[in-house]
């Protein structure tokens, strides 16, 4: 994928950026979860991000990030990657797809991918050699909705893209796919994930339904 579909090391936001920086920072927190097992490094820095007002705020996303936060901090990468490897890759069928196609077309490679590929191109976004993974896959997706917010190109980077490419792209199976990471027996520490996902993406859909 080009740039912006290579999920990139995430900075998470600090206090006092405005909220389109930190929406932009959770898609790519979320991009790089899911395109990849966490490094320790990463799993340190969402351990750090524990306060005191976080931990007192019974909003449902404080609540999923807080249970993000404990995963982090009681567990290694190896763990993640263990996890990671046996839901997401696995040998065969994986236990969890994490592309769109198989949602909502119920095979890979299907309408759904093409429909996304026509919308990259109107962004003037194509796939990059270096990037196995189609333009369905999750990640790639929140990379797009990254640049989509956070993006100079004000042409390209605007609330009516960002509303159209997630109520087209992302808004009709995300639940499916949380719904499998939760029903995997084999998962346990992506569970967490799941759950900041679905609640995450739940304020993004009212937000875009209120524009």
Known sequence: MSEANTP???ELSQDG??????????YGLLANLFFQPPDQMLLD????????????????LANAWMNLVEAAKNSKSSDWKAEYDSSFLGVGKPNVF?????????????????DIRRSLLQFGLEASDSVAETEDHIAALFEVMRYLIAGEDAGVSNLTNQRVFFNDHIRPWYDDLCDAIDADPETHLYKSVSALTREFLAIESQSFDMV
Request: aromatic content about 6%.
């Open 8 to 10: 990139q090391t995430p």
């Open 17 to 26: 950026l405005a909220e389109d920086l930190a929406r932009a920072d959770l």
């Open 45 to 60: 820095q969402i351990s750090a991000s524990e306060n005191s007002e976080a931990q007192d705020n019974q909003a449902p």
């Open 98 to 114: 994490l592309y769109g196609s198989y949602y909502l077309a119920g095979h890979l490679h299907e309408k759904p991918l093409l």
